[in-house]
């Protein structure tokens, strides 16, 4: 028996430009933190031939080429798994959907529960390399590369995407106190509204590939504004960091019209007369968390309980992606 989990994350700035349509051209650069809220796997050799698969679905197969799931039948691909005796069961904290990064958590613990069923040790690098793989050049998803990596990694972490390809990971160079305040002032509150990401990536893939002017501009505002807030948190500056956030909202929702909608745009300025300084919607955008930075916390929640949106509480996890049991 072998369990994994690997962590979701938050983005602090710079989110979009870790996709090759833009990193290739013009490099990109983001922050990512690691939060204690994960994706689980367990893998358990049986004593039959052939898999079972236990996600939000269960399915029997023969072999790995037999699996519908495609992340799972891929990565058992990559690895050379054909014909095993396994049952893979996943299990996460926070559904799908949400913007927390979920998929790339799912695959990085997944790699890594396989590697650890044949031994082999795996350095963070590799295993987000791997995960990229299998999400970004195999499955063809129009996704970025700071999920599997952060994951991988954990912390809050510096990013920066070459134009060949090459991520460079460096820790965010911050003391306790700035990190303690980020923890008890980040508050994160689930919209309601789930999505696929993939579909407001592909928009913005589509036209960074096609030079459209006005989207590489916000993209290059945008990776500014990582670095930006990367020298204001580095300062302990959190005003101007929180000042920041709002500024990469109110450009992210440019991108694209799915963004937002009515109900979070009115939820986000009720946040803002409620103490927060700065927020946005945390992935790919149409929905999941709301993130804010905030003055007042205490009148921050008390406003959207109030709404009617929930919490949830979260402190950073900087151990990544590892095996928590093995037997």
């Avoid at 990229?132 to 129009?142: F, G, H, N, S, Y």
């Avoid at 990401?197 to 990776?223: G, P, V």
Wanted: hydrophobic share 35%.
């Amino acid at each position: 028996m072998i369990i994994t989990r690997s962590p979701l994350r938050i983005t602090l700035g710079g989110g979009g430009t870790d996709l090759a349509s833009y990193y290739e051209k013009f490099g990109g650069f983001l922050i990512a933190a690691a939060i204690d809220k994960y994706v689980y796997i367990t893998l358990h050799r049986t004593f039959q031939p052939g898999y079972i698969i236990k996600y939000s679905q269960m399915e029997k197969a023969e072999s790995a080429g037999d699996i519908k799931h495609p992340i799972i039948k891929e990565a058992l691909k990559l690895l050379k798994f054909d014909k095993d005796y396994l049952e893979i069961t996943s299990m996460a904290d926070i559904p799908a959907g949400t913007g927390l990064g979920s998929s790339g958590s799912f695959t990085t613990a997944l790699l890594k529960a396989l590697h650890t069923h044949k031994r082999d040790i795996i350095h963070p690098i590799a295993l987000a390399e791997e995960a990229c793989e299998v999400e970004i050049v195999r499955l063809k998803e129009p996704i970025g590369k700071q999920d599997q990596y952060i994951s991988s990694f954990g912390g809050i972490t510096c990013f920066e995407f070459g134009k060949d390809g090459k991520v460079t990971a460096s820790p965010l160079n911050i003391s306790k106190e700035i990190l303690y305040d980020l923890e008890d002032n980040m508050l994160l509150f689930f919209t309601g509204y789930s999505r696929s990401a993939s579909s407001i990536l592909e928009e913005q893939h589509k036209k960074s590939s096609q030079d459209d002017e006005e989207m590489t501009q916000n993209l290059h505002f945008i990776k500014d504004l990582g670095i930006q807030s990367k020298k204001a948190l580095e300062k302990g500056d959190l005003k101007t960091f929180g000042g920041l956030m709002n500024t990469h909202w109110q450009n992210k929702k440019k991108r694209s019209k799915m963004m937002t909608n009515p109900k979070i745009d009115e939820w986000y300025e009720l946040a803002l007369k409620n103490g927060a300084l700065g927020g946005k919607l945390i992935g790919a955008g149409g929905g999941g968390f709301l993130m804010f930075y905030a003055d007042n916390s205490a009148s921050l929640r008390q406003a959207m309980n109030k709404a009617g949106l929930e919490e949830v509480r979260f402190k950073f996890d900087f151990e990544g992606t590892k095996v928590v049991a093995q037997s």
